[in-house]
C-alpha cells in the first residue's frame, strides 16, 4: 500500500481483539465499501477477523490467519460484483493479479470515474485499462528479479 501510495484505513481497520460485532457497528464508523476489520494490534498478533459491507459486519472469522480474511474480503469482491474502492483500487488489483492469479481479460474491478480532459479542459469518462499502469510496473519489476533457485541434485 505504500508502494501506491494509499492508506491502510482504505482496507483495513484494526481493532480490540475481543471487540463483538455489535461493539464494533457502535465504536466505529464504518464505510459503505467492504473493509476487513483486523481484531488485534497488528497483523501480526491477528486473533480474528471481520468484514463490513455497507456499514455492517457481515462475516467472522473461523479460522484466525490473515490469510483467510484477505480470502474472504476478495471473495465478498466476487460474490457481490463490487469495484474495488478507490482508496485502496491499486493495491487490490496488485493482490489480485500478483497472488491470486486472477487475470482478466477485460479491465479489472477498479472504478472508471469522470475526469478533467487535459486537452479539451472538459470532463470525459475515463477510458478503462486492461491493467493500472502503476501495478503492471510493479508486476513487470519484480518479474524481472524472479530468479529460478531450484539446485539440481547431485548424482550419486
Known amino acids: 500500500m505504500a508502494h501506491f501510495g494509499e492508506s491502510t484505513d482504505g482496507l483495513m481497520i484494526?481493532?480490540?481483539?475481543?471487540?463483538?460485532?455489535?461493539?464494533?457497528?457502535?465504536?466505529?464508523?464504518?464505510?459503505?465499501?467492504?473493509?476487513?476489520?483486523?481484531?488485534?494490534d497488528q497483523i501480526h498478533t491477528l486473533c480474528k477477523w471481520m468484514i463490513s459491507i455497507e456499514s455492517h459486519v457481515i462475516c467472522q472469522s473461523i479460522q484466525?490467519?490473515?490469510?483467510?480474511?484477505?480470502a474472504a474480503f476478495f471473495a465478498v469482491f466476487y460474490v457481490f460484483n463490487l469495484q474495488y474502492q478507490d482508496e485502496a483500487s491499486q493495491t487490490l488489483e496488485f493482490i489480485q493479479r500478483r497472488f491470486i492469479c486472477i487475470h482478466s481479460e477485460r479491465g479489472s474491478k477498479a472504478t472508471h470515474g469522470k475526469v478533467m480532459s487535459k486537452r479539451t479542459g472538459k470532463v470525459v469518462h475515463k477510458r478503462p485499462a486492461t491493467v493500472n499502469p502503476h501495478v503492471a510496473t510493479l508486476l513487470k519489476?519484480?518479474?524481472?528479479?524472479?530468479?529460478?533457485?531450484?539446485?539440481?541434485?547431485?548424482?550419486?
Do not use: C, H, M, Y
Request: aromatic share 14%; no cysteine.
Open 14 to 40: 484494526f481493532a480490540d481483539a475481543f471487540v463483538t460485532p455489535p461493539d464494533v457497528k457502535r465504536n466505529f464508523t464504518l464505510p459503505a465499501s467492504p473493509r476487513l476489520i483486523l481484531l488485534g
Open 64 to 70: 484466525p490467519t490473515f490469510q483467510s480474511g484477505l
Open 141 to 156: 519489476n519484480l518479474l524481472d528479479f524472479e530468479w529460478d533457485f531450484r539446485v539440481p541434485l547431485p548424482l550419486v
